[in-house]
Nanobody, 123 residues
Framework: QVQLVESGGGLVQPGGSLRLSCAAS????????MGWYRQAPGKQRYLVAT???????NYADSVKGRFTISRDNAKKTVYLQMSSLRPEDTAVYYC?????????????????WGQGTQVTVSS
């Protein structure tokens, strides 16, 4: 069984910073890509940033230059450093792990989601 556990959300003033973390646990052999998505009330879930196992990154245009995604493959953990936060960044942030190979399951690749962590940017 694979779990993704997020931490680091909270309330921050506009212009402030937060760092999200997401640790994957379970019988994992490898993870191709990890990333962050967000969902504001009444809206769809959108990609924020992704990072591959070889550190290739991809960002939504709205966060480029403000957010930085990083990854520790040995710890199976992905981070999202968020700076210059704006009220429109307020959302539930979800961690994603894609292309997950689980030991003993014959090499199939799976996708998992975390439970989400609330980020609120408000004065």
């Amino acid at each position: 069984q694979v779990q993704l556990v997020e931490s680091g959300g909270g309330l921050v003033q506009p212009g402030g910073s937060l760092r999200l973390s997401c640790a994957a646990s379970g019988n994992i052999e490898s993870i191709s890509a990890m990333g962050w998505y967000r969902q504001a009330p009444g809206k769809q879930r959108y990609l924020v940033a992704t990072i591959t196992s070889t550190a290739t990154t991809n960002y939504a245009d709205s966060v480029k230059g403000r957010f930085t995604i990083s990854r520790d493959n040995a710890k199976k953990t992905v981070y999202l450093q968020m700076s210059s936060l704006r009220p429109e960044d307020t959302a539930v942030y979800y961690c994603n792990a894609d292309g997950v190979i689980i030991s003993g399951l014959g090499g199939g690749r799976y996708e998992f989601w975390g439970q989400g962590t609330q980020v609120t940017v408000s004065s």
